[in-house]
DNA sequence: TGTAGTGTCATATTATACTATGACACTAGT
DNA sequence: ACTAGTGTCATAGTATAATATGACACTACA
């Protein structure tokens, strides 16, 4: 997995998890690769994935099976989504509106990126089956 | 001056530097604060800052004369705005809108915010003067 | 010609993230 | 009971950011 390098890994995994419950992808209940796994598939050090689950634990959104290994937790999407909304409001949302601002760009030029991010990354393709992987 | 812990201290230094070139505050060829100056007024190391510099400098937003310091370049406004663009369209846009949509946030909302940070952050307050510091 | 202000360089130390590796205990299923 | 899969713990090593200091060369100016 490609990492941008202004934030830790092991966040930017955490995150990579959230997003695949935020999506649905892995439902409340449901067992996520263990860490060993995981660590393999984004090519990782076993304790960068640890740290990443202890975090998800730590916020609620996760829950360790003894033995078994780790679970999306019953109110795990909306611990993932309140985290998420909290960081947005208080860090992202007035970076981006600063950036906005200085380099002069129309809101109406936002909106109109927005409709083509949606388009090209939640957009349903005709064509193609097992979006998962 | 208080720092986000999720970038480089050197990097915000140089946003901060870059933000004054932007919004006009250090016009072309205007010395800027000594590396000793700006780093007793941020609290931060000498080191630091010299790195901010380095990071400008190599951007072509500012220049040295050696034994007097640093200087906006004659086009800083123009190099800052490119970096900056370039980053927020390559980095910040993609996640901002991803956001957007995981947390199911109408872009109406998002309007109305934009135009309060506006007011709050770029407004001309009648009562107050000598808002440079 | 001093002298104060400038950037520059070198060295050492601390903290954190990430990696690498080995060992151990618990659980499920054979 | 054995075994494979799980998380957990401990230790060590590397890289980078940031700090702390001291020393040096250049420039402007009194």
């Not at 975090?55 to 003894?66: D, P, W």
């Not at 409709?115 to 089956?129: L, T, V």
């Amino acid at each position: 997995m490609k990492f941008r390098d202004n934030e830790a890994i092991y966040l930017q995994i955490a995150a990579y998890v959230g997003q695949n419950i935020l999506l649905g992808k892995w439902p409340a209940e449901q067992k996520i690769p263990s860490v060993r796994d995981l660590a393999i598939e984004l090519e990782v050090n076993l304790n960068t994935v640890m740290r990443s689950y202890e975090f998800l634990e730590s916020l609620g959104a996760i829950y360790n099976k003894r033995g078994i290994g780790f679970f999306v937790s019953p109110d795990g999407h909306e611990k993932v989504k309140a985290f998420r909304k909290e960081k947005f409001i208080q860090q992202d949302l007035h970076d981006f509106f600063n950036n906005v601002y200085l380099l002069d760009i129309s809101p109406e030029e936002i909106l109109k990126w927005y409709q083509q991010f949606k388009k090209a990354n939640y957009e349903p393709k005709p064509g193609k089956k097992n979006e998962n992987k």
